[in-house]
């Protein structure tokens, strides 16, 4: 009987590499989250957009998914990626949400009053991600100065001292 190999097509060279390509890039672990990476993401884009309508709940659900979203892609959650650079535009932008929330439900009031403790806890969980973000950009200064780093900084102070005029200091 003739041979069978001449029968069959010879194998293509592609075809043997082919699963060993998909393999490598399955295997390839996603880019580590940056600063810069979180203020181009889509949680950072639409809550922005959602702080500028108004819609300061959706605003702030779409801001705790990002947050969660880039711990897990740091590897998890933890004291290690409380302050990783890639939170810090999430936490800023949290801040002045919480801020531009609690200035709408007082408009018309010179300050807050005493028994208002919604606004108490919204302000102190405001104060906690705007000053989270102060020391991340503190520390990225510090490590690696820029213009943008500084006007970031700038203007978390800025939302801080509103922050406080608000609370009566």
Same mark, same amino acid.
Do not use: C
């Given at each position: 009987?003739?041979?069978q ?13 082919a ?26 884009? !639409? ?10 709940? &959706? +605003?702030?659900?779409?801001? @705790?998914e990002? *947050?969660? =979203? ?30 531009y ?18 606004? !108490? ?10 000053? &989270? +973000?102060?020391?991340?950009? @503190?520390?990225? *200064?510090? =490590? ?15 939302r ?10």
């Amino acid at each position: 009987p003739p041979p069978q190999a001449e029968d069959a097509p010879p194998p293509q060279a592609e075809d043997a590499e082919a699963p060993s390509r998909s393999t490598d890039s399955a295997l390839k672990a996603p880019p580590m989250p940056t600063y810069e990476s979180s203020e181009r993401s889509q949680h950072f884009i !639409v809550a922005k957009s959602l702080l500028k309508e108004g819609d300061f709940e &959706t +605003a702030l659900s779409t801001l @705790e998914e990002g *947050i969660q =979203e880039t711990i897990a892609a740091l590897g998890g959650d933890g004291e290690p990626y409380t302050f990783h650079e890639s939170l810090a535009p999430f936490h800023y932008l949290y801040g002045t949400t919480l801020l531009y929330s609690i200035e709408e439900s007082t408009d018309g009031a010179q300050q807050m009053t005493v028994g208002d403790e919604d606004n !108490v806890d919204d302000m102190q969980i405001a104060w906690e991600n705007l000053d &989270t +973000a102060r020391t991340i950009f @503190e520390h990225m *200064i510090a =490590e690696k100065p820029s213009d943008k780093l500084k006007v970031d900084l700038a203007q978390v102070l800025l939302r801080e001292g509103d922050l406080q005029r608000q609370n009566g200091n």
